[in-house]
């Protein structure tokens, strides 16, 4: 999955928090939604203007970015 066709990084657009396709629903709203039960089905229903593929875009940052975090560790 290639995360970059569907989330965006704008400035000016909540507070420069990666986004969906340039909307106003960020990629942590979408794990949030996830993460505390809702269903794809259940998410499109509330926010129409999203697909299954924002979805699965939203899950593929965040592995990348937790990937790309892990290999950097932290210096103790």
Same mark, same amino acid.
């Given at each position: 999955?290639?995360? @970059? ?13 990666? =986004?969906?396709?340039? $909307?106003? &629903?960020?990629?942590? %709203? ?5 993460? /505390? +039960?809702?269903? !794809? #089905? !259940? &998410?499109? *229903? +509330?926010?129409? +203007? $999203?697909?299954? %593929? *924002?979805?699965?875009? =939203? &899950?593929?940052?965040?592995? *990348?970015?937790? @990937? ?5 560790? $932290? /210096? #103790?």
């Amino acid at each position: 999955m290639n995360y @970059r066709n569907h989330i965006t990084i704008e400035a000016n657009k909540r507070g420069g928090k990666p =986004c969906v396709r340039g $909307l106003r &629903i960020t990629v942590y %709203e979408v794990l949030e939604y996830l993460a /505390s +039960d809702m269903t !794809e #089905a !259940e &998410i499109i *229903d +509330d926010f129409p +203007d $999203l697909t299954r %593929e *924002d979805l699965k875009a =939203c &899950i593929a940052y965040a592995a *990348d970015r937790e @990937r790309r975090f892990m290999t950097n560790p $932290l /210096s #103790a």
